[in-house]
């Protein structure tokens, strides 16, 4: 099984879904972040330090850390086949369903 979260408003700093991923990889599920944020480049003002440091404290490796580059999450939770993908924007859930995707169980987190 796999399984994604986004990282702003919902696997940042929220100690539930930090326990939940690293349960879910102890139990051998492949594990993801998928984030609407853009890739720091060499040079940019831009820091990813506190996604990458989220993913080695759950163990999720860090060639499973996606930037979507602020487009929506719908075709890369496809692409990757996610079973399920725990997020805080509604927007993303809707969006996943009015392209017709239907392999991936969008779950929201309320902030």
Not at 28 to 37: A, D, M, N, Q, V
Request: hydrophobic share 35%; charged share 30%.
């Amino acid at each position: 099984m796999k399984v994604s979260f986004d990282f702003d408003g919902t696997l940042r700093n929220n100690k539930f879904l930090i326990e939940k991923a690293i349960n879910l990889r102890n139990k051998g599920c492949e594990t993801f972040i998928i984030t609407s944020r853009r890739t720091a480049y060499l040079g940019s003002s831009i820091s990813n330090d506190d996604v990458f440091e989220h993913a080695i404290q759950v163990g999720i490796p860090l060639d499973h850390v996606i930037f979507t580059e602020g487009c929506w999450k719908a075709d890369t939770l496809e692409r990757l086949q996610i079973d399920f993908h725990y997020d805080d924007n509604q927007y993303e859930l809707e969006e996943y369903g009015n392209r017709g995707y239907k392999n991936t169980n969008i779950i929201i987190i309320e902030r």
